[in-house]
Each structure stands twice: as structure tokens, then as C-alpha cells.
């Protein structure tokens, strides 16, 4: 059958059973050849990625877009760029950097050395953000940051520390939103259309590969902020996840999500207080 856009497959026109087969054979797939697995991630909006992956590629079946990932690890690249979603921003939501100031900042004074774990960091917007603040906070020393995610295109993007110039308007009013002490623009250098962040913000910072579908915890952390990224796991895969992140904090650890996101109706819900209802940040307590 012809669809509309002229392809002989659209969503429209699948067999929507054929159509769960094939995307569940190629996670398989995915999984077993290269390790990742987004067998649990959000059914509707792994759907619509992977067609738009189809429709980018000139294909016209999810068996052909299988077919093709597992032969051609290009186009693996391609298709984890689309599966994972990698927007970010400095001091995104910046009601959350000013309540992290307000009321984490203190708590955190009292320890003499302290871990923060930036799960899912993309290309490392939030940890810079975050490292503005500790520097400004005159904490910074007494932190070692961890910033992982799945894809290491983003992590090289993330180490590199440059960002399109024209975003600093936007950062530059997130950061006084946030309650930024200081000039937004001394943490960087333009370089022709990009603003290079000073590689000291990083000088306590390890990037590294981490998948929170199946990897380990690493240590145990006082923080772990994991914002913006649950939102894409189905209901068992971020209850594995709220485990990893129970299990890697010490007690009395922070854990913050992202405005969407939330502990409650996890298991783990009762284990922590809540600090911010509005900015999503918890504290373990049990
Ligand atoms: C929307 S970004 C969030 C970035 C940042 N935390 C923020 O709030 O701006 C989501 C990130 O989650 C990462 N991600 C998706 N699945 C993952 C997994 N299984 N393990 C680790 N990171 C994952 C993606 O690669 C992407 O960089």
C-alpha cells in the first residue's frame, strides 16, 4: 500500500503488531551487536525516531533500518544521535541552579570533600553550569565531578567546552536568573562563532562512558543530579535506574531530577525528603 508521504510504509499505514515485532527485533539487535540497549526506553517516542531515521535514510521498513545499523556502524552513530535526545542548555531551568545555591550549597559547606555525578550530561551544559556555581560558591575545590552519558559524541562535544556564541545572550539570563554573582561572560572566550569555556571549570571533572540501562554504579557520590533523561525510560527501566542512583549515594545525598521528572511512585519514594518540590531535589534519608 502507498502511504502519503509516497513511501510504501508510513506509521500511518503499518500494522501496528508487524510494526512492534520489527522495532523490538532491531533494540534486539542494537543491543546484542553494540551493547546498547534501549529495549526499555519510551515506546511512542522511540517509534517516532526511528522513522524519522527511515524517512532521513531512504528507507521504507524498520527490518531495512535494522539491516543497515547492523551492518554499518555509521549509521549506528547516526541512529544513537537520534535516540538520544541531547538537548541541553547552561543553567537550564535556572529556578533549579538558584535553589541548588539557596539550599544544597549549604548542606554541601559541611563536608570537607564531596562527589557529584552528572548522569546523563549530554554535551555538558549542566556541568559547566554547576561548576560556575561551586567556583562562585568557593566550593569548588572540595568537588570531584563525574559527568557520564551513553553517547560519546556528546562527551567529546562536552570536553571540548565550546558552544555556539550565539546561545550566550540566552545563558548569559539563565545565569543571573540563577543568581550568578559575577560576570557570565569572564568564563569564556569567543573564538570566531564559538565561546570556548575555561578548561579550568573541568580541572576536577572525569567524562566518561556510563549507561544507566546497564552499567554499574561507580562509587559512592553525594550528589547525583540525572535531569532531563528519565523522561525517555519506560516505568521499569527508571525504576533500575532510581536503584543505581539509591545505591550510589551516600546518606544524606542529594538526587536531582529534571522538571518533569520525579521520585514519587518509585519504590525508593520514601528513602528520600524532599528539598524542592518545584526543582525536584530530594535528599536520602533512609
Ligand atoms: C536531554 S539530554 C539531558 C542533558 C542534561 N542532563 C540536561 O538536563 O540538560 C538526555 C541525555 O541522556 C542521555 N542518555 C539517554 N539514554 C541514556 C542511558 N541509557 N545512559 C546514559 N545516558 C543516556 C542522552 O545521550 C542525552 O545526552
Request: glycine fraction near 6%; aromatic fraction near 14%; charged fraction near 25%.
Amino acid at each position: 500500500m502507498e502511504g502519503a508521504s509516497g513511501l510504501a510504509n508510513t506509521p500511518g499505514t503499518y500494522d501496528p503488531e508487524l510494526e512492534r515485532i520489527e522495532i523490538e527485533l532491531l533494540l534486539e539487535g542494537v543491543y546484542r551487536r553494540y551493547g546498547f540497549d534501549f529495549r526499555s526506553y519510551a515506546y511512542a517516542s522511540l517509534k517516532r525516531r526511528l522513522w524519522k531515521r527511515i524517512y532521513e535514510d531512504g528507507l521504507e521498513t524498520i527490518t531495512e533500518l535494522q539491516h543497515r545499523v547492523l551492518h554499518d556502524a555509521d549509521a549506528m552513530e547516526r541512529l544513537l544521535l537520534d535516540l538520544s535526545i541531547n538537548v541541553s542548555a547552561m543553567f537550564r531551568d535556572p529556578t533549579f541552579f538558584a535553589t541548588f545555591r539557596e539550599q544544597v550549597v549549604p548542606l554541601l559547606r559541611t563536608y570537607p570533600f564531596f562527589r557529584i555525578w552528572h548522569a546523563g550530561c549530554s554535551t555538558g551544559e549542566e556541568v559547566y553550569s554547576m561548576a560556575i556555581l561551586l567556583e562562585e560558591e568557593g566550593l569548588y575545590d572540595r568537588a570531584r565531578i563525574y559527568a557520564t552519558d551513553i553517547n560519546e559524541v556528546v562527551l567529546r562535544r562536552a570536553k571540548s567546552g565550546i558552544y555556539p556564541l550565539d546561545k550566550m545572550q540566552e545563558y548569559t539570563s539563565n545565569y543571573l536568573k540563577a543568581g550568578g554573582t559575577s560576570s557570565f561572560s569572564q568564563y569564556y572566550t569567543a573564538k570566531y562563532d564559538g565561546a570556548l569555556f575555561s578548561p579550568s571549570l573541568t580541572r576536577n571533572a572525569v567524562f566518561s562512558q556510563h549507561n544507566l540501562a546497564t552499567d554499574h554504579s561507580f562509587g559512592e557520590v553525594n550528589v547525583v543530579l540525572c535531569r532531563n533523561v528519565l523522561i525517555y525510560f519506560d516505568r521499569q527501566l527508571q525504576e533500575r535506574v532510581h536503584g543505581l542512583f539509591y545505591n550510589s549515594l551516600s546518606m544524606f545525598g542529594m538526587l536531582a531530577l529534571g522538571s518533569k521528572e520525579s521520585i514519587k511512585f518509585s519504590k525508593y519514594e520514601d528513602a528520600y525528603d524532599t528539598l524542592s518540590l518545584r526543582d525536584k531535589i530530594y535528599r536520602k534519608v533512609a
